[in-house]
Nanobody, 124 residues
Framework: QVQLVESGGGSVQAGDSLRLSCAAS????????MGWFRQAPGKERELVAA????????YYADSVKGRFTISKENAKNTVYLQMNSLKPEDTAVYYC?????????????????WGQGTQVTVSS
């Protein structure tokens, strides 16, 4: 069992940076691969970035590649999403999610646990 709580969202201007944090409770965090998803109004939830359970492998959606960085700190049971050069199209509710297994997972159905989400709003 893993419980997830996101923080760090907010309202910023285009070009600014934010760092999202996802604090996990439960002993399974170190054996969980993690993902950050986002959902904008009227759109499907989409995978933004993912990281394997050891932190050695990562995936980024093309729309955020080079601007976002995902990292996982097992000692602190926390996963981060550093977001730089934010754009208005990054506006969404951001969710972290945990999947049991070592690899990278790309679909919502593969993730077992979800946080409540944190709002990110980027204005031009």
């Amino acid at each position: 069992q893993v419980q997830l709580v996101e923080s760090g969202g907010g309202s910023v201007q285009a070009g600014d940076s934010l760092r999202l944090s996802c604090a996990a409770s439960g002993r399974a965090f170190s054996s969980s691969s993690m993902g950050w998803f986002r959902q904008a109004p009227g759109k499907e939830r989409e995978l933004v970035a993912a990281i394997g359970w050891g932190g050695g492998v990562t995936y980024y959606a093309d729309s955020v590649k080079g601007r976002f960085t995902i990292s996982k700190e097992n000692a602190k049971n926390t996963v981060y999403l550093q977001m730089n050069s934010l754009k208005p199209e990054d506006t969404a509710v951001y969710y972290c999610a945990a999947a049991q297994g070592p690899g990278l997972y790309y679909t919502t159905s593969r993730y077992n646990y979800w946080g409540q989400g944190t709002q990110v709003t980027v204005s031009s």
